[in-house]
T-cell receptor, first 115, second 114 residues
C-alpha cells in the first residue's frame, strides 16, 4: 500500500505568478483534502475533492482552485501569488463510501516560497 | 463551529521526564479527536485518535491521550520522553466523516533537553 505523495518538494515563485502543486492519494482512497500551513501555525483547510467535484471549502479566495482526476490524484492551483501564500501545502487522502474511513492521511507537503 | 486550543506553544522537558501537552476543544456536535506529530521539515503523522468507547487512547511511540467530555479536553501524555520526540504536536478535531474538514490547533513545540 503506497502512501500519499506530493510534488514538488520545494518551489520558489515570484509575486503574481501561478503555481500548480500535485498530490497522489493513498491506494484505495477517493477523497483528497488540501491544507495550508503557514510558518509557526497549524494547518488550515483549503478545500476537499470527492468524485472530481469540490466537496467543501475553507476561507480561501477563488484564486485557490483545484482538480481531482479519475485516478483520484489531485492538483492545487494558486493564481496571482502573494507573499502571504508562502507556506507548506499539505495534501491528505481518505476514503468516502458505505464505510468511510475516519482518518485523513497526510503527505510530506510542498514548501512554497513567494518572493 | 468547532475550534481547538492548545494551551502551551512550547514545552521544554528533560529527557526521560514525563510530559503532558494540553488541548481543549469546542464543538456543538460530537467530534473525532486526533493528535498529529510533525517532525522538522516533514508532513503530519497520526499519533492517535479518539472515535468512541474507552476514553483512554493509546498511540504510537508510547503516547496516550485521555478524552474528557465534561472538560472538553484531550490532553496528550508520555511517561518518559526521548530526544527523538522533539517535534511539533497538533491537536485536531473533525466531524463524523473523513469528508469533514479537520480543524487544527496552533501546535505545541516539544523540546527535549539531555
Amino acid at each position: 500500500e503506497t502512501g500519499v505523495t506530493q510534488s514538488p518538494t520545494h518551489l520558489i515563485k515570484t509575486r503574481g505568478q501561478q503555481v500548480t502543486l500535485r498530490c497522489s492519494s493513498q491506494s484505495g482512497h477517493n477523497t483528497v483534502s488540501w491544507y495550508q500551513q503557514a510558518l509557526g501555525q497549524g494547518p488550515q483547510f483549503i478545500f476537499q475533492y470527492y468524485r472530481e467535484e469540490e466537496n467543501g471549502r475553507g476561507n480561501f479566495p477563488p484564486r485557490f482552485s483545484g482538480l481531482q482526476f479519475p485516478n483520484y490524484s489531485s492538483e492545487l492551483n494558486v493564481n496571482a501569488l502573494e507573499l502571504d501564500d508562502s507556506a507548506l501545502y499539505l495534501c491528505a487522502s481518505s476514503y468516502t463510501g458505505l464505510v468511510s474511513s475516519d482518518t485523513q492521511y497526510f503527505g510530506p507537503g510542498t514548501r512554497l516560497t513567494v518572493l | 463551529a468547532q475550534s481547538v486550543t492548545q494551551l502551551d506553544s512550547q514545552v521544554p522537558v528533560f529527557e526521560e521526564a514525563p510530559v503532558e501537552l494540553r488541548c481543549n476543544y469546542s464543538s456543538s456536535v460530537s467530534v473525532y479527536l486526533f493528535w498529529y506529530v510533525q517532525y522538522p521539515n516533514q508532513g503530519l503523522q497520526l499519533l492517535l485518535k479518539y472515535l468512541s468507547g474507552s476514553t483512554l487512547v493509546k498511540g504510537i511511540n508510547g503516547f496516550e491521550a485521555e478524552f474528557n467530555k465534561s472538560q472538553t479536553s484531550f490532553h496528550l501524555r508520555k511517561p518518559s520522553v526521548h530526544i527523538s520526540d522533539t517535534a511539533e504536536y497538533f491537536c485536531a478535531v473533525s466531524g463524523y466523516s473523513s469528508a469533514s474538514k479537520i480543524i487544527f490547533g496552533s501546535g505545541t513545540r516539544l523540546s527535549i533537553r539531555p
